[in-house]
């Protein structure tokens, strides 16, 4: 078998040679940890372990996907049976082979954002979806925290919070009469069954012989407690992570769990990786500087040997027009002004498109850049746009799949009877609820109770049975659909049975729209044909890509999925991403934009802390909020490879107005030399156009002469 630790640094070495015990990875921007994440799975095989026997956990569906193929060009064919997914996807797995416990059944629903909204309002008694997704983040804290709504009640600080904590008691019944859960579910769930039930914690600790979790800084309270009871006393686990890297701490992920494993697990290892192998010398400077004032669980400091590079710049812009038109000239000079490598044939291969990115702290800030793009001609995609899955049209089919998968889901049930209109109204609707409400019924099964003709119409009740037996029928040819080919036959007889195509043109007035909206319905209905025959790699995590699955079997795992476009090949145009969005990725040359007080970082109290003021000053609210800033800052700088643009504001629009502005205490945080970092893009463009027309000139001058 292969030497597992070929090509690897003596820290990255001693991480995968670790074997026999819990182990704290501590990976520096770019050092390499999903290397070492794949090259421990190769060695935890050599020495013994089964490739069942294994799990790696990481936080979206994308890194899973890349951890999962490099696993198996290092491994080979072995590494389809190790279990590589999300966390969400783990719960999944753990609820739909022992829910019954707990009362689910294993065919449960996930609802999606939409639907928690929907319920919360109609619990709630409110029409409004802004304050309902108010309550919908204050309920999913709690439960990041471990809290149910009788704890979140007992712990409510004010008035506000226990109508939310009542609200969550409805919430908590609703589902339970769905048999649906939330995406918080999916970890609190697991949880419940891990602590709580002996035989199913045996069950998997016996399964999952070592786990290895990537992006542990990320990790809130519950899932720590998942991780504790999966592995066991004798903690056999390899937790990967940065605490320089801890940017989630607004949706619960905390810190506390790395302070918390040295106390938990007495014998971890601790393993810096601080070799990064993406950035010049110039750039990791900046950033660790930028760091260096957080207070440090477990110190370390970032070193590259890549050269020194370029220097960091500063550029400073008058407004945000300014900034943005600063930000393409420096992109336009970059790839006019420097051959980069020369290709096989000697041709010169210039800086591409797909090398520039523009990082912003908020996902507003992306208008004027996007203006720039587009008047300079130069292409571009916003990353972190609408999920594929986000659009009308694949959610009206979705509640369909939904449905078949579960009747008692009455969100789906209500949206696949309005998709298409079947001459159903709202008044025979709200009828079938308050029947279904009566006697604890969901609206499938009120649909065939023997005294529903007693509170509707002979007409309307021969409407809601003709649909009952159209889905049911459906729901079995779901069911019995096998294989790539036969779902993309039974997905458009569908189609054309419901009328999917009419419906969407009659409710367009733009034809151009719906035609864009029915070419989603057939892409989407290709991707589920093509998951049924194993031709894509399940990004959920939840079965065997190779496997022949039936339609309701794919169906079940598309809650986990958050984007078709995850999977598309890349394109040659410059990204514009918020901060988060960017982790975990990185280019050759990236704009960190808007880098002004109030910004980056983020407005921090009500009138701003002041940029001068000392930090041992500050309230401690104010303080952690400034350090998870510094964290975001730390990440953005850590995208860059080969140069790196920092850019800020004199003026900025605050609402109708425009309001002086004051560059980031960031900045000045990252103690550039200030000899070097002044740049003025357009300056430097304008001096490459006149090089390029003077060798021009000289060119014909020498041609001329020639002749």
Known sequence: MSDFTTGLNLAQQDAVNYVHGPCLVLA????????????????LMQVGLGAKQIAAITFTNKAATEMRERARSLIGKAAKDVLICTFHALGVRIMREDGAVLGLKPQFSILDSDDVTSILKDCGGSTDAATARQWQ?????????????????????????????RIMGLYEDRLSAYQSVDFDDLIGLPLK????????????????????????????????????????ENGRFTAVGDDDQSIYGWRGATLDNLKKLPQDFPKLKVIKLEQNYRSTSAILRAAN????????????????????????????????????????????????????????????QYRELKDFAILYRANHMAKPFEKALRRANIPYKV??????????????LCAWF??????????????????????????????????????????????????????????????????????????????????AESARTFLSDWLIDIGYEKHLYEGEDNEKIAAARWTNVLEFCDWMAARCGGEIDDAAGVSNASEVKSLLEVAQTISLLSTLNERETEQNVVTLSTLH????????????????????????????????????????????????????????????????????????KKGRETISALPSRFII?????????????????????????????????AQALKL
């Open 581 to 652: 969005a960017s982790k975990g990725l990185e280019w050759p040359h990236v704009m960190l934009v808007g880098v002004n007080e109030g910004l980056l970082p983020f407005k921090l109290g009500e009138d701003n802390t002041p940029s001068g003021m000392a930090e041992g000053a500050m309230s401690e609210a104010v303080l952690l909020r400034l350090q998870e800033e510094r964290r975001l800052m730390y990440v953005g700088i850590t995208r860059a490879q080969r140069s790196l643009a920092v850019s800020w504001t004199k003026r900025r």
């Open 402 to 483: 939904r449905l078949w998968i579960n009747n008692d889901d009455d969100p789906a049930f209500l949206r696949a009877i309005i998709s298409p209109k079947r001459g159903i109204g709202h008044q025979t609707l709200a009828q079938l609820g308050k029947f279904a409400n009566q006697y604890k019924l969901s609206l499938f099964e009120a649909l065939f109770a023997n005294s529903l003709p007693s509170v509707l119409s002979a007409k309307a009740v021969g409407s809601l049975h003709e649909f009952g037996r159209f889905l049911n029928d459906q729901e079995y040819r779901a069911r019995h659909t096998l294989g």
């Open 193 to 232: 069954l891990l602590a709580h039930h002996p035989e199913v914690r045996a069950k998997w600790q016996a399964t999952m012989k070592h786990v290895l979790v990537d992006e542990y800084q990320d990790t809130n309270a519950t899932q720590y407690e998942v991780l504790k009871h999966l592995v066991g």
């Open 669 to 701: 945080e990252m103690a550039l030399d200030k000899e070097t970092v002044r740049e003025d893009p357009r300056a430097r463009l304008k001096a490459l156009r006149a090089e390029f027309a003077q060798k021009a000139t000289a060119t014909a001058a």
């Open 28 to 43: 520096g921007a770019g050092s390499g940890k999903t290397r070492v994440i794949t090259h421990k799975i190769g060695r």
């Open 289 to 348: 500087n930028v760091i260096q004032p957080n207070p440090k669980l477990f110190p370390k400091t970032l070193f590259s040997e890549l050269g020194e590079g370029e220097p960091v710049r500063v550029v400073d812009a008058d407004n945000e027009e300014h900034e943005a038109e600063r930000t393409i000239s420096r992109i336009q000079s970059l790839r006019a002004g420097t051959t980069v490598t020369t290709n096989a044939q000697g041709e010169a």
């Open 383 to 396: 990353s972190g746009g609408q999920s594929f899955f986000d659009r009308a049209e694949i959610k009206d």
């Open 137 to 165: 983040w204050t309920i999913s804290l709690w439960k990041n925290n471990g809290l149910n709504a009788a704890q979140a009640q007992a712990q409510a600080k004010d008035d506000n919070e226990h109508i939310i904590a």
